[in-house]
């Protein structure tokens, strides 16, 4: 709550504690923080991790928004973790934005909240160097 709270991070990923085991509750403590649900991230995620093993199935994370922060639980296997990166990142940067009240998506220079939003490249570059170090390994 702290975080989301706080204004300054406007995107929060955790990881592990998404599982069936007894001490997985990432997804219940998730609940208990967020405002609303986004269900469709981890409809993708899960989608994703199909692919590569039908485990994927068992994962429970719970992505969500409160106040003006994204809030994604990550599977704990690294490799469960980059391929549901892959799957969601090429729509976090427009979540975000939504979020923050950029529903018209028109790149504002700054959001409600006074972040910067798309206001240079370098916003670009750093969620591709973000990927390509998740990714690559």
């Not at 609303?36 to 093993?53: F, I, N, S």
């Not at 429970?60 to 994204?70: A, I, K, N, S, Y």
């Not at 969620?127 to 390509?132: K, L």
């Amino acid at each position: 709550r702290q975080w989301s709270d706080g204004g300054t991070v406007n995107c929060l990923l955790t990881t592990g504690g998404t599982g069936l085991g007894p001490r997985d509750n990432t997804p219940e403590a998730t609940r208990s923080v967020i405002q609303r649900e986004v269900p469709g991230l981890v409809d993708v995620m899960r989608q994703a991790g199909l692919l590569q093993t039908p485990m994927a199935a068992l994962s429970r994370g719970v992505p969500g928004v409160r106040g003006c922060t994204l809030n994604i639980n990550l599977p704990g296997s690294e490799k469960a973790v980059r391929e549901s990166l892959a799957a969601i990142l090429p729509v976090l940067e427009h979540a975000v934005d939504l979020i923050e009240g950029d529903t018209e998506n028109a790149g504002y220079w700054f959001r409600r909240s006074g972040r910067p939003v798309r206001s240079t490249d370098e916003t670009d570059d750093l969620w591709q160097e973000i990927a390509t170090q998740l990714l690559d390994g």
